[in-house]
Nanobody
Framework: VQLQAYGGGLVQAGGSLRLSCAAS????????IGWFRQAPGKEREFVAA????????YYADSAKGRFTISRDNAKITVYLQMNGLKPEDTADYYC?????????????????WGQGTLVTVSS
């Protein structure tokens, strides 16, 4: 599975961005798709995930109430709508796909990774 993440950019604090994660496959069926981020000098951290089959969603505490993860079955794409962005949200954002059993919160459970898309939030 090849994943392509895009939609990053420069935005002012309080602004919004929508990230997209597109798949090379015809379906994400059976996968969970997650978004992670990594800021300079920091470890990669979980942001949000969605089960493609059930639509169940999972969020980091830092994302709850501000970010929304969703999927488009026809476009085989997962979105991360980010509102109320803060300077501390600045990071490279990665999407990843998981087929194995295991928590969606942990990066080591993911099988495939896309390249990062940079989000920069200015104060």
């Amino acid at each position: 599975v090849q994943l392509q993440a895009y939609g990053g950019g420069l935005v002012q604090a309080g602004g919004s961005l929508r990230l997209s994660c597109a798949a090379s496959e015809r379906t994400f069926s059976g996968y969970s798709i997650g978004w992670f981020r990594q800021a300079p000098g920091k470890e990669r951290e979980f942001v949000a995930a969605i089960s493609w089959s059930t639509g169940s969603t999972y969020y980091a505490d830092s994302a709850k109430g501000r970010f929304t993860i969703s999927r488009d079955n026809a476009k085989i794409t997962v979105y991360l709508q980010m509102n109320g962005l803060k300077p501390e949200d600045t990071a490279d954002y990665y999407c990843a796909a998981k087929v194995r059993v295991g928590s969606s919160y942990y990066s080591e459970n993911y099988d495939y990774w896309g390249q990062g898309t940079l989000v920069t939030v200015s104060s």
